[in-house]
Structure formats: C-alpha cells, structure tokens
C-alpha cells in the first residue's frame, strides 16, 4: 500500500487568492452558461489553474476620487463617522464598497447610496450583566431595521454562540441555494453590536432570478475542469472532483450568475509515496 508522504492544502484563507498578476489580458466578455475561472487557490504547490479569466474581484482597493473625504452616518441613535480610506470591489458581486476610519481606529464601509455595509470591532467589549440570546437578537433585528427599514421575512435563520459573542446570519435562499443576499450581525453577550457585515442585502428576488439546473451547472464546470487539466502541464496521478458549492449573485445590476467553487484532491505517486494536494477553483456561471 502507498504511504501518504505529504499533504498539501493550498486553499488556507479565503477565495481570490490565485496569481492575479497573470492577468494581463483584456478582460473576457461573459456569455451566459459559461464557466470562467474568478477565484481559488494558486501557489507553487498547485498546478492546474494557472490565471484567472473574470478578474473583477482581483483588482484590489483603489482611491475613488469621487469619494468625501468624511463621512457622518446615523443609524438609530448612533452616529458613525470617519475619514476616507479607500474602495473596493465586493468580492463575488457588482457593488463596490467605500472603506472609512473612525477617530477610535474602528473601520466602516458603505455602498454607492451611503448606507452602512460593514462595521469592524466595535463597542462589542463592554461590561454588565450578561444578556440573553433573545434580547441580543432584538438588538441584531433592530440594528437591521434601523439600516435597512426592512424586515427578514424569507431568509433563513442562522444563530451561534461562542461563550462571549452571538452570530445571527440571515441568507437569502432561491430555489434551495444560499445567495450573497446575506447579513451577518455579531453581538456581544452585553448586548453591544460587535461587528457586522452585509452583502447585496434585499437585492435579490427570487422571481427576477432566471431559471437555472445545477445538474447542467455542475456539468458545464466539470467539463471546464477536464479541460484544465488537459491542457495543463499538470504530473498529478490522479485527480477528484469534490465538494461542489453553489451561491447566487448579481455580477452587474440585474444580471444574475451562479458562483460554483470545487475542491479538487490531486495525487502525485512517488515510488511508494503518495504527494497530496487540494487545489480550489471558483467559477463563476452568468444566468444571461
């Protein structure tokens, strides 16, 4: 039997990680039932995806001229307000977002339309009574409203507990897939907002989402994917497709795609020694 010599996991942090320096071509022009290459894992251990073909979500933060260099924004009775930092594409969708600093070096983000969209470390540290999880939700639902204006009627429900923070997450589903019209509130068990962080939150209509078969979707990116290895100058043994996620976005305003990422377990044998490597590759698959 083959001894497993090493594993190698190239997918350590986050998506969007894979050599964008490569990209020196003009960007592609998506046609719908596609699958393009936007994100995954690359490093010198990798070896079958070697550039990016969407590369919107890869260009980094940038300064918007157009942007103020101070802001003040209400949201119920608190006041958030910062000076300019920087802007940035919001990874695996077509809203940018606009990065500020507060005076107590707390950061905070806000869309296009000014509306609060992330907010980093705050007054989640504070002392007293220990709350429960009913009222730190009534905090997270009322911080929502106070954005928002909008109830969570149609979003499923996620709620955990670390000892010292709760988590309440709120995805919006269509059709049985999660989708980036999401929002994640974080308080503290003394009932103070921690952090927070929406996507396209209420964007996204269930009815407005063109009709879509992840069977063909799963087979439309297997079939890139044997490409890619084919074309590949890839020594690997053996390679399985696994885990196969899917999630709903808008990749310009009314234009919906599927995001598709895939693990692929890599094998190289080595005389009786077997060389693992996990490679991820994200796609994304416009609708239209």
Known sequence: ??????????????????????????????EADKAYICGGFLDSGAKIATRIEYSEWCKGSYADPN????????????????????????????????????ADNNFFEINDDGILTAYFFGNGNGTGKKKSQRYCKSVALDFISDIFGSDLKGYEEKISFDGEKYTFEYTKNVRDVKSEDRITVVVSNSGQIYNYNAGIFGEITEETVPEFDLTEIRKTVTERLD??????????????????????????????????????????????????VSEKIQFVIPLE
Request: hydrophobic letters at 35%.
């Open 1 to 30: 039997m083959k001894r497993v010599l090493l594993t190698i996991l190239c997918a350590v942090m986050t998506l969007g990680l894979m050599a964008c320096a490569n990209n020196s071509e003009a960007e592609i022009v998506l």
């Open 67 to 102: 942007q103020p260099e101070t802001v003040k924004i209400n949201v119920g009775e608190t006041e958030y307000s910062g000076i300019y930092v920087d802007s940035e594409r919001y990874y695996g969708t077509y809203e940018t977002r606009h990065r500020y600093k507060s």
């Open 227 to 276: 490409e890619l290895i084919q074309n590949s100058q890839t020594t690997y043994d053996r390679v399985e497709y696994k885990d196969y996620n899917y999630l709903i976005t808008l990749i310009a305003e009314n234009r919906y795609a599927v995001l598709c990422d895939v693990t692929l377990s890599c094998a190289e044998i080595m005389g009786e020694h077997e060389i693992r």
